[in-house]
């Protein structure tokens, strides 16, 4: 009596099953004890360095760029504050008295002949000088006289005293000012001299 074999196969669907979940298990393990380890501090994003570095960089620029201007603007007004000069009042010359006493500056001087004539070229340097003081809101004395109507010029000036000379001049009444003219004065000046006017009628 022939008898038909019945070969059972096997169950190999829960047997696979079972090994996946082992094998899934034993991952989550490992992964778990790795995520657990605090010997490594994770490093940075490249995203929050950059924008750290960004936003630190545009609070800097933007304060440069604000106080630049103001700070040159400050310093080229200290700049033309330093530049003026201290010039004080000179007395006018309609004010000027017969016999008074002043502190002469003289810018320009030059000698004239006897009869008080003035050189050309020499004219030409007394009418730069008188432009000079007027560009500066002066109005200098100016022209020719004879030795005694500026008593005591000569002398501090050390000029000939048996010559005549014309000059641009300006007078204050305090030695004072008239420093603090030839020291701003940057042309320069020929001397300082203090002196009793005549000649005044």
Request: proline fraction near 6%; hydrophobic fraction near 35%.
């Amino acid at each position: 009596m022939y008898h038909k074999a019945v070969v059972r196969k096997p169950n190999w669907t829960s047997r696979n099953a079972w090994t996946v979940v082992a094998m899934v298990t034993g991952a989550l393990f490992a992964v778990s004890g790795c995520a657990g380890s605090t010997d490594q501090s994770p490093a940075p994003t490249p995203s929050s360095s950059t924008h750290q570095q960004t936003s630190n960089a545009n609070p800097t620029n933007a304060s440069t760029a604000s106080a630049g201007p103001s700070t040159s603007v400050a310093s080229s007004s200290a700049r033309a504050a330093a530049a003026q000069p201290d010039f004080p009042a000179a007395v006018a010359p309609s004010a000027l008295q017969h016999g008074g006493t002043y502190w002469g500056v003289y810018v320009s001087v030059v000698r004239t002949d006897d009869k008080l004539q003035i050189k050309p070229d020499d004219q030409k340097r007394l009418d730069a000088a008188a432009k000079s003081l007027a560009d500066i809101g002066y109005k200098p004395d100016a022209g020719a006289f004879d030795v005694g109507c500026e008593q005591g010029m000569r002398e501090q000036l050390r000029l000939d005293a048996q010559r005549n000379y014309a000059a641009v001049r300006i007078f204050f009444t305090e030695q004072s000012q008239a420093q603090r003219f030839v020291t701003a004065y940057q042309p320069g000046v020929v001397g300082t001299a203090k002196v009793t006017l005549y000649c005044m009628d």
